[in-house]
């Protein structure tokens, strides 16, 4: 049997917020307000456990020996100097951006130009994995607006600008408006099952 | 009826038996193919033996010894096993599971035979089922059937009476050894199996009796069936799919050369730029939005993107903001996402080489807004008591006993800004802001416009918005065209060109790849499949 | 350049080529760079966050504040004292008081965000494609605009309808109303595929732009080099 | 008092009224089926592949921030995480679960752990792992984590951008199975292309009920159904009256 204080603390402060967010009492928005920027505090602070946790798996690993150990080397290397300097100096000193230009920028836009790779990949292999009008159409889309966000050599092909234009204005919001709304019901659905204590990922088994 | 003495536990075996039918050791060294043995002993670490040449290289060494080398070393390898990722093993069966199947590739990758030949990747890629998936189904196998065979063992009323006949029944034989857990050997990580210590093949006399009468179909079958599991498997795989593993290195290859020549030419070699869009509603609506700003107006930005997109986002806002700084706009910056003042910064700085800003006085950064959705609406509602401080720790308001910044001076609320600028990659980021947003700046009184610079990523996602009325966005600029065209309407001649021509030779080519690649690997294994099938039918 | 931004462009342009490497094949050294890339950022985040939340809302207020705040901004302290607990996991238990906290505010604010913030805009969204003035001339924009309208009414509807769950009729035969709503389904997949490609189409565009971003590093930097050897 | 706040705290007091009496009408007699998710049918098969193989499987939670609506997905995944722990912890190897935010991270070891003490076993706090906290640092971890470990199936539910294609591509060279789904629309489109199964929008949010995670999942979706229905309505009632100018 799990604990009932934890998911009586978890319904009854969820079901305070949530009232706080349609009924416009001064008591409710008040008590909302403060239970908000608590939480709030409180994210932050795991954001921190985080990286403690980041870092306590990554020193195990590392003084234990086996082969992957120089990655989390590198890892708490990354992690200890970015926290001396930035921490030191502070976020946005020349320090910190030094860093942040000449390791954190490369690295990480690299990836994301990997990625066009990666999705180009994706998207020749689209058609052989599942051959389905499905596929055709999102490739054949995909292949107009592509070939429309460039400027294609200065070449116009009559129709295809406004077509492009036709399918982000119309159909694409279309598409993209049911799939939001069917999703704020799964959204709801999770909630709710939180607030009244059918699901309780919190710990306290 | 000839028999041969298991040279492991020293039981009886018909003279034809490959394998002894109690402890699965070899009976005949000097016949037994070397791969098969290295199967059964120890699975995933068993077979680097081979690799090591621990058989193939001296046949006459005793396949007790072999084994015991191998126990050995598989006792060496355990440390590596026993990785921190891998629960405790509470039980038996997982302690068994876990020295079996290892953890991590790094077993398989260094000791794998394959591994001289083949690069790791190749390996991985190379089969249908991993090697630790392969080695497990081996293992379990094994273990299902030796299961089987201690239940069906349990001795019929003859079988009672011939094995009486002899020194000592097997249930009593395994009742010696059923508290150890075998520690080493192909039965590793196993309570109660039979010994495998070598000292008790040399010690205990070899029993005289018939094997015939131990031997029921039932356990024949199983052994067949595991010897035929265990030939198979000791087989060298044909690599079936090594063909189009190899053809998806290659695929991923060609489409890396291709794009990245595309890129790269008008970079290195042309200098004929490609034309900037003519027009486009939304940056000429930002463009008109800021030229008619006040003097000094404040204007609030948002920089919610992530590092990886900055090359993106930089480009199309340059323009935008050089425009903005010759109005002489004070700038407050702002983040929901933690990189985001660093982000900030960066960008700031990245104008102090033409036009100097001085912190504090032309630009303030408040830094970041935590808590998502939640922490954005309070800042929408008392920008102030959210964020009291700006990064460094200064006091970021002017209130009635404290000066404030003067680049944020005059601010109480978010409307008294003249402008809000939203530099933005994700889409649930973007909804946030316009909803959060939007109750307070749709109201005939307030003039503050909301303007976006957007990854192309996310045009259908806010393009209603400002398609809609009442508009909750004033202006958008997506991506690099968006940016592109900005540049063309105001004017200014500085849109880096050549990243104008390689992001036109980009996206062709990505086109290009997609449909004609996708098509032509779409339909090329078809026909061969169908001429295969053709062929087929001719014969 | 400075000596400082030239160490910091060659190192740019080793990691760059580092992380490229990756469409090769995967390696060790762009394990390495990846681990790097996780510590730094991590470094970066846990920066921020102290600087901006834990240093000026967690301890601030309790020395400037007045005393009915000063206690009142005891709660997250204790509350966040509590949760590092989690770190430890034989004293983790300790820390399920605060998570229940969070997971109710957050499931609170996930049921309010989303109804405020995506249900109701959307549906008046959808409504107010039809907002036609009654006064206003029926032409050929306003026309358009419907006929558009229509399409995304249809759209979004279809798109909903294909997420239905239950089925209305059993396996065997299917009522007629089964069979409408699963046609209703096929549409939505049409309109699901066409945006996702727009959206895809998109994506890739930004990532090219990234690209080209770093291929444009990679030749200045050699340019430069070149520059600075040839003189 | 705004009319639309009344009307939308309407809506969720009908959601919840429809979920306890969906759930009270299950418990009496058997509901109607739900339709087939081909990638919920190959999701069961490769978790009983890796209860009966011995594989391990990895469920990737995203990095949902926890106070916005991006929790709910997460939620869902540590539900689904939840419902595997149970079911394969006791097999062999337990599944991992990998997050790029603190607190869905810490979430996970709670899950983790009460499926291990409810199986009365040991559990490891190692398998809910952090592996970044920023979008692209959390896919690096993540792909790192499935090129170093052997993982069977990947289950990426949870909130994911762009950079889910990393991911995708990672568990690809590694020839595992990958079910991905998330609440974010550019991850949807590139899970579309790239993911072996694809979950699109809602259908992710009824993991839990597609995999047994318990009577109020399934509860849930008979809601959902129905009030889907009722927004298609005022939609298209809402629509017509502004046509006429009555709204």
Known sequence: MRNPVYTAIAIGVGIVVLLGYFLQFDLLINLRIILLEWATILVATTLLIGVVNLFIVHWRKSTTDQPNRVNSIALLAGLTITLGVAGWFGPTDPYSLWIFNYILIPIEASLMGILSVVLIYAGVRLLRRKPNLLSIVFIATAVVILL?????????????????????????????????????????????????????????? | MEEIYCPQCGKTNPIDNKFCDFCLAHLHPQEGGSADSESISVPGIGENQNGLGGHDSDSNVPDWLSELQQSKEVENEEPLDSDSELGKPADAISDWMTGVSGDGEATIGEFSPAAPFLPDQEINESQDIPHWLNDALIEEETQDLLEDERLEEVPSASEEKDVSQGDSSPPKIRDETSGDRENAGPLAGLKGVLSAEPGAARVRKPRTYSAKLKVSTSQRAHIDLLNSLLEDEGQPQPLPQRRSISQQHMLRWGIALVLLMAILWPIVFTNQEMPLPDYDEGSAEVNRLISQLPENARVLVGFDFEPGLAAELDTAAKPVFDHLLSEGALLTLISTSPSGPILAERF??????????????????????????????????????????????????????????????????????????????????????????????????????????????????????????????????????????????????????KFWDAFGMGTFVAALLILVGGLGYYVIPELSRTARGQEKVKR | MNLADWIGAFLGFVLTLLVFSYLIGDNPLFRITLHMFIGVSAGFVAVVAIYNIILPRLFVPIFINNSSQQILSLFPLILAGLLFSKISPRFAFIGNLPMSYLVGVSAAAAIGGAVTGTLIPQVLASM?????????????????????????????????????????????????????IDGLGQIGQVFIALTFGFLFAGILSAALTALIGRVLFLVDFIRDILGLLIG | MDRLNILGLIFVLVFFGLMIAASVVLRQREGRKLREIPAFVRLRRAIGLAVEAGSRLHISLGRGQLLSSQSAIGYVGLSILDRIARSTSISDRPPVATSGEGSLGILSQDTLQDAAKYLGVESDPMRGRITGLTPYSYAAGTLSFIQEED????????????????????????????????????GQAVLFAAAQEPLIGEETYAGG??????????????????????LIGLIVIGAILKLFSVL
């Open chain 4, 151 to 186: 993982i069977g199936a990947n289950l990426l539910i949870g909130s994911f951008g762009n950079e889910v294609a990393l991911i995708t591509d990672a568990a690809e060279r590694k020839v595992g199975m990958t079910l991905g789904g998330t609440d974010n629309l550019t």
């Open chain 2, 348 to 497: 700031i700085q990245s104008f102090q080489a033409d036009q100097l800003l001085i912190y504090g006085l032309e630009y303030v950064n408040l830094g970041y807004i935590p808590g998502g959705a939640v922490g954005l609406l309070s800042f929408i509602e008392n920008p102030q008591g959210t964020i009291p401080f700006t990064i460094d720790g200064l006091v970021a308001w002017e209130t009635d006993e404290r000066n404030g910044l003067p680049a944020t001076a005059g601010i109480s609320q978010i409307t008294d800004y003249s402008m809000i600028i939203l530099l933005v990659d994700d889409p649930d980021t973007a909804r946030m802001w316009i909803e959060q947003l939007s109750p307070t700046i749709i109201n005939p009184q307030v003039l503050t416009s909301l303007v976006l610079i957007t990854s192309a990523q996310l045009e259908p996602v806010v393009r209603p918005y400002y398609e809609s009325s009442p508009q909750p966005v004033n202006g958008l600029v997506v991506g690099l065209r968006g940016g592109a065209a900005y540049a063309r309407i105001s004017g200014g001649d500085d849109f880096p060109g």
């Open chain 3, 128 to 180: 107010n494609l039809f907002a036609v003035q009654s006064n206003q001339a029926f032409d050929a924009s306003v026309g358009l605009r419907l006929v558009n309208g229509i399409i995304i009414l249809i759209g979004t509807v279809a798109t909903l309808a294909y997420f239905q769950f239950g089925k209305y009729s059993q396996a065997s035969e299917k009522t007629q109303f089964q069979t409408w």
């Open chain 4, 209 to 230: 009920a597609y995999l047994g995670a318990g009577p109020m999942h399934i509860a849930s979706l008979y809601a959902q159904d129905i009030l889907r229905w009722v």
């Open chain 1, 148 to 205: 429309m966000t460039g400027p294609l050599f200065g070449i116009d092909i009559p129709g295809l600008a406004e077509l492009r234009i036709w399918i982000g204005k119309v159909p694409a919001v279309a598409g993209a408006r049911g799939i939001l709304l069917g999703v704020s019901l799964g959204i709801i659905a999770a909630g709710l099952r939180i607030l009244m204590g059918a699901d309780r990922p919190y710990g306290g088994n």
